[in-house]
């Protein structure tokens, strides 16, 4: 009797199909890590956070529910359909109140999105500096914010960009270091101080 060959790896790795997978594989495919996103047909999978990418997101998510106005609600890595071949997952939105439609609601749709706001990671500078940016405003998703760490003090910072009607493309409005202050989309005062952060 012969044994079977035994692997120390059994899982298999999806094969994409010809033209790339859609928004439809990427809620039906079965296993597929928490957070993936889908780029240009392509499955990205988010790889561990820094403390400084969750931290930040919770500075924005206190300060933007704060005092968002009723018309919208704020929401934490939560996926948005732009086409069929791209849904990614922005690290906070603001979306219309009427696009939450229950608590099992898994997507929102780009034109009801207002703001979406990306906090670089290491893996993912690219991305979030330059392929995301440009397919939100293609979208048509008004706001962006850019937000990442610099100096050793791993200082935040905030870019603030609007979209251009003419040019659909993101116009930068704002550098912003220790305070995030601007009255799009709406109101919005956030302490976002080395200080703050590391307060959380």
């Known amino acids: 009797m012969t044994a079977e060959p035994t692997t120390a790896h059994s899982s298999r790795w999806p094969v994409p199909p010809q033209d790339g997978y859609t928004v439809d594989d990427l809620f039906t495919l079965p296993d597929l890590p928490p957070h993936t996103e889908l780029i240009d047909g392509s499955l990205v999978f988010v790889s561990p956070q820094r403390d400084f990418h969750s931290t930040m997101i919770d500075l924005l998510m206190t300060g933007l529910r704060s005092t968002a106005p009723q018309e919208v609600r704020v929401r934490r890595e939560m996926t948005v359909v732009l086409d069929r071949r791209n849904a990614p997952e922005p690290d906070v939105s603001v979306v219309r109140t009427e696009a939450i439609t229950g608590l099992d609601v898994t997507r929102y749709q780009a034109a009801d999105v207002l703001l979406a706001v990306e906090v670089v990671s290491p893996d993912s500078e690219a991305r979030d500096r330059e392929a995301k940016p ?13 937000v990442e760490m610099t100096g050793t003090d791993h200082h935040p910072v905030v870019r603030v960009y609007e979209l251009d009607p ?6 930068l409005t704002g550098i912003h270091h220790d305070r995030l202050k601007t009255g799009v989309p709406f109101p919005v005062d956030i302490d976002i101080s ?3 952060l590391a307060a959380l």
């Open 166 to 171: 003419v040019t659909k493309a993101y116009a």
């Open 194 to 196: 080395a200080e703050a």
């Open 134 to 146: 440009h397919k939100y405003a293609t979208a048509g998703i008004p706001h962006f914010w850019l």
